[in-house]
């Protein structure tokens, strides 16, 4: 286990014997994790972060070599530190992770790594919650999960019932050599599979896209980013998921400097797009009927931004240049006009089919009243129904931002200073009690400063 920082722990009062105690426990090392301890450290609430394997363990081993980050250095950060680089180049993975490796030393994060949350649960004769760790038990007065938006890889049950066929999800893909030879199934053209798909098709392989309902911004209008113009826009604020919108993912990309996605190009390259996957049977994929139909929605909304864009340039006078060609579209590939609706994989030479249909959450540790039926996270911008309990770097914790880079670091802003305002109240006396001298309680759970 690697202490940055051995005095986090508490030694415990007498009726918790050998077990540690911390106001504040943050479970996960991951960006949410350091931005909830950058907060509470600022407002000096006594806290420990524990994280299972190392620091940002998700950009180091959870994605694939080649992966840079989709936002631009300048605007996927924390306020407190800039990357090593060009504002307007996008970090490398790795340089991603070092960066939150960096800034867990900057703010002197009292972070554990090595070391797993197993179980939690409130405590029934006293204030709290009694933590099992793979480094012994800990008792909390408040726990926060931080353990990531994409915690569990998610195929759908239609896949392929096929040992000769080799199955990955996009977490576990790392580079065109460690697919066998061949030709490849992608599914799913979000973020992760359309730049998979493109890395195997400039590999050589032959790839099948399978493309349901997504948007696709333009990676730049009129000289600016999307990520401005979301900004400016005020469309990373929007707080809950448009009504009909909730399977639609996004296709955007900062590989190879960062371009738009457009899917009539990387047909032109080569890749054979086909519709949403609905089911295998007898060695044969079929698709949906739903590919010209699924381009035109991307197209829709891509068209969508750059009409808001205009208007906000219009309305603020802004002097940015002019750019009609990114209103022009290539004709439409015989991929989207004739559709493959169904696919002999053997025929067609598929032999690895890669699942990038993305993630689930898994609180199956986390053993307290704080989820409904269905098994979400019942909370208000991450404090949750459950007294003590919190959540950050949940999609749509606060808003549509919320599990990128820049948007966690607000809503753990938020959850630190509830936390903050909750050992106000703990530490309340009547008058009765400030007469008598009785001492600020500055916590309800024994042992803890
Ligand atoms: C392919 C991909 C590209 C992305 N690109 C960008 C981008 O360019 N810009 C951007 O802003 N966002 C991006 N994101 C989204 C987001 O920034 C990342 O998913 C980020 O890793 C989320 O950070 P997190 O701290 O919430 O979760 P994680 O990074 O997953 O961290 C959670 C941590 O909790 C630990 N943990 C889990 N359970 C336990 C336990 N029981 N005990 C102890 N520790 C535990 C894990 O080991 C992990 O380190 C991307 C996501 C993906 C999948």
Redesign the pocket.
Same mark, same amino acid.
């Given at each position: 286990m690697t202490i940055l920082k051995q005095n986090a722990f508490q030694k415990p009062a007498d009726n918790v014997s050998e077990t540690l105690a911390i106001d504040t426990l943050v479970? /996960?090392?991951? @960006?949410?994790?350091?931005?909830v301890s950058e907060h509470l450290g600022k407002l000096g609430v006594p806290h420990i972060v524990?994280?299972?394997?190392?620091?940002?363990?998700?950009?180091r081993t959870?994605?694939?070599d080649s992966?840079?980050?989709?936002?631009p250095a300048w605007?996927?950060r924390f306020p407190g530190m800039e990357f090593p680089i060009d504002p307007d180049a996008?970090p490398h993975?790795e340089m991603?992770a070092d960066y939150f490796e960096a800034y867990a030393r900057q703010i002197d994060a009292p972070i554990s790594t090595g070391?797993?949350?197993?179980r939690v649960v409130r405590n029934a004769d006293r204030p709290g919650f009694t933590v099992e760790?793979?480094a012994g038990v800990i008792e909390a007065a408040r726990v926060v999960a931080?353990? /990531?938006?994409? @915690?569990r890889p998610l195929i759908p049950a239609i896949a392929l019932q096929d040992a000769a066929i080799q199955q990955i999800h996009?977490?576990d893909y790392r580079n065109p050599q460690q697919l066998p030879q061949g030709a490849v199934l992608v599914v799913g053209a979000g973020?992760?599979g359309v730049?998979i798909a493109d890395e195997l098709n400039r590999a050589g392989r032959r790839v099948y896209l399978s493309v349901g309902a997504h948007d696709r911004p333009p990676r730049s209008y009129r000289g600016r980013d999307f990520v401005w113009w979301l900004g400016v826009l005020g469309l990373w604020d929007m707080e809950s998921i448009q009504p009909g919108k909730e399977h639609v993912t996004i296709a955007v990309s900062?590989a190879h400097g960062g371009r738009t996605i457009d899917f009539r190009e990387l047909a032109a390259q080569g890749i054979a797009l086909v519709g949403l996957t609905d089911a295998f049977a007898g060695g044969v994929a079929r698709f949906r009927d739903d590919l010209a139909e699924n381009i035109a929605r991307g197209d829709e909304n891509y068209l969508k931004l750059l009409d808001a864009a205009d208007s906000y340039i219009a309305r603020n006078g802004l002097d940015l240049p002019e750019e009609p060609q990114a209103r022009v579209f290539p004709p439409l590939p015989d991929c989207v006009r004739e559709p493959i609706l169904e696919l002999d994989l053997a025929a067609a030479g598929v032999t690895s089919i890669i699942w990038a249909t993305g993630?689930a959450l898994?609180f199956s540790?986390l053993q307290v009243e704080a989820f409904d039926v269905s098994g979400k996270p019942r909370h208000q911008r991450g404090v949750s129904s459950e007294p003590g309990v919190y959540f950050?770097?949940?999609p749509w914790l606060s808003r549509r931002?919320s599990?990128?880079?820049?948007?966690?670091w607000h809503d753990a802003k938020h959850v630190a200073d509830h936390i903050a305002t909750q050992r106000k109240y703990a530490e309340y006396r009547d008058a009765a009690q400030r007469a008598a001298g009785v001492a600020p309680q500055k916590i309800s759970l024994p042992g803890v400063r």
């Open positions: 479970v /996960g090392g991951g @960006q949410a994790g350091i931005a524990l994280e299972k394997n190392r620091i940002a363990e998700a950009w959870g994605r694939w992966l840079v980050a989709n936002g605007h996927d996008f993975k991603v070391v797993e949350v197993k760790t793979s931080a353990t /990531g938006p994409f @915690q996009s977490a973020s992760s730049q900062g993630y898994d540790w950050v770097g949940l931002g599990t990128f880079i820049w948007g966690v």
